[in-house]
């Protein structure tokens, strides 16, 4: 057995597990191979990736939305000659659990405290806890510009401040609004609380999750919608960083070279993959916004305005073998058609099955497809109840037809998500049906 397929075979091949860089996961086009890094990467370093996703896979790149990097459509031969490939470049992988901390964490003077001490902790602690669920995440969040509030963990730690010096409130499953308050503590507490939690889910086994340690406890207050990583960012002293991201979290190895490229040619040395399926590029700020200019004329999504920044698609068909709809072509033309429905109070969430891998938590306006078309959901997840069922032929009438909905019936002031939520299943089952034959 090699190396390969035993971990394909015992580990990764699991619905749910992640595609890790030595246990490829099986999609529609062929294997894809998991990234994960732990700190700033050279856009030399990214462009030489890139250049192995050519030569070993079918040169197309995902940032997903947690940031990590995926390289598609290796082959059981191809795979391991990746994973050693990769280890050479010498980047700075993450190993064990994955503790997560924002992409500006250390650099951010509006920062309450520098999480990473604690997330690395945390890291070393668990390193000998067996029997984690394979997605287990913990997020250590020090507050900032860019937050990791809508990244679901299955421990969250977010720094607070107040009268007794900095503290930090532990939470258990969910998001930052929907996880639940399991303790507020100091430091070094938080640490071992978090590390107790770390080993009693171990214990309890690898389909054990953070929101099973939380009945009884109460839901955290709900914060303001982190702000989104795309658009340029003041740091301590001079530097600035400046977010940018593919389209729908996916590019072509030639395109993501050419970026990095240019960032070489404008002097930029560091860039972090980070939420939302962005690369964060660091330098002074006039060099931040020549790449951000030479990134917005090449197609890249740079700002939180561009409506496909609020569209959460999955790879969709003819990448993943589940698919029935190709979620970029589908997103693409909602960006389009839709754009003042998409003003990023919600993400629109297109998936190509129920299974919802783009979005996992409840979105104000699914499209999910289906065997038979294309099923739509408000306030919920890819596989609940649709408040209409729509042919293939007839998805972008009936995206316009809601998007008119809002349009018309959208109150002074009133977001997007608001209004989709005012209106409710039935206004929008009648808007989309209307004028069907
Ligand atoms: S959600 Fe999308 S990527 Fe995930 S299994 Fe379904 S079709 Fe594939």
Redesign the pocket.
């Known amino acids: 057995m090699t190396a390969l397929s035993f971990d394909r075979n015992t580990l990764d091949m699991r ?1 749910g597990a992640c595609p890790a860089l030595s246990a490829p996961m099986q ?2 086009d062929g294997l894809l191979a998991r990234v994960a890094l732990v700190d700033v990467i050279t856009p030399g370093q990214l462009a030489e990736l890139c250049r192995l996703a050519r030569r070993h896979g079918n040169g197309i790149l995902d940032i997903s939305a947690r940031g990590n990097l995926q390289v598609r459509g290796l082959s059981e031969a191809s795979a391991p000659l990746l994973d050693a490939d990769v280890r050479a470049l010498n980047l700075p992988p993450r190993e064990g659990l994955a503790v997560e901390t924002p992409p500006l964490a250390g650099m951010d003077d509006t920062e309450i405290a520098d999480p990473r001490p604690i997330a690395e902790a945390i890291r070393q602690g668990a390193r000998d806890i067996l029997g984690l669920a394979p997605k287990m995440s913990v997020v250590v969040d020090g507050g900032g510009q860019l937050r990791l509030s809508d990244l679901l963990a299955d421990i969250r730690l977010t720094a607070v401040s107040c009268d007794e010096g900095i503290h930090w409130t532990l939470l258990l499953g969910g998001t930052e609004t929907t996880g639940r308050v399991f303790n507020v503590l100091r430091e070094t507490e938080a640490i071992s609380a978090a590390l107790a939690l770390v080993r009693k889910l171990g214990e309890k086994g690898p389909k054990a999750r953070g929101r099973d340690l939380a009945a009884g406890l109460s839901t955290n207050h709900a914060p303001g919608r982190p702000a989104s990583p795309f658009g340029t960012f003041r740091l301590s002293g001079d530097l600035f960083a400046t977010g940018i991201g593919p389209a729908f979290g996916q590019a072509s190895a030639e395109t993501l070279m050419a970026l990095c490229d240019e960032a070489e040619r404008l002097g930029i040395q560091l860039l972090k993959p980070a939420f939302d399926h962005s690369l964060l590029f660091f330098g002074p700020q006039t060099v931040c916004e020549a790449l951000t200019a030479f990134a917005g004329s090449n197609g890249f999504v740079t700002s939180p305005r561009d409506p496909r920044s609020a569209i959460a698609a ?4 003819p ?7 190709a ?1 970029h072509e589908l997103g693409a033309k909602a960006a389009e058609e839709c754009g003042d429905l998409l003003d990023g109070s919600f993400k629109l969430h297109v ?8 979005h996992p938590q409840p979105s104000a306006l699914a499209l999910c ?1 289906t065997a038979a078309g294309l099923s739509l959901i408000t306030h919920g997840k ?1 596989a609940d109840e649709p408040f209409a069922s729509v042919a293939f032929a007839d998805t972008n009438n009936s995206l316009r037809r809601i998007a008119d909905l809002v349009r018309d019936e959208r109150r002074a002031g009133e977001n997007s998500a608001a209004c989709l939520a005012r209106l409710g299943p039935r206004r929008l089952a009648a808007a989309v049906t209307s004028g069907r034959s």
Do not use: E, F
């Open positions: 619905r999609t529609g999955c790879p969709g068909s990448a993943c073998n589940s698919a029935t709809v979620t998936t190509g099955c129920p299974k919802g891998c783009a497809g890819a």
